[in-house]
């Protein structure tokens, strides 16, 4: 069994990594995805983008592994109005992202506890 929680955590700090370096090299796939009452969204795009990557760092090394699975976990509460805006669009920004309505609540509702849960893991010193 610690063999593939070893492996869940270097896809989890893997995936990060790449998302939060994504948020650098398509920002116009993030920026429509941000509800209006969000202030600076180009800035909180940055500042999303450097949090996974660098919690996606800590996720790796033991002495900071627990702190960076708490900060992934308050990082995906606070991506928490993303996905209700999305939902609140009926999981379509025109002129960029365009999904079934479903797709918004699956993301809400399955994927982001999933990927809470996922943390959760490495909250716990191992």
Known sequence: MKKILRISLYVMAILYMLAGLN???RPQSYLPLMPPYIPAPELMNYLAGIAEVLLG???I???TRKWSAWGVILMLLAFLPVHIYFIQVDSCIENSLCL???AGWVRLVLIHPVLL???F???KER
Do not use: D, R
């Open 23 to 25: 948020h650098f090299l």
């Open 57 to 59: 760092l800590g996720l």
């Open 61 to 63: 090394f033991k002495a």
């Open 100 to 102: 079934p309505p479903w």
């Open 117 to 119: 849960g996922w943390a």
């Open 121 to 123: 893991l490495f909250t």
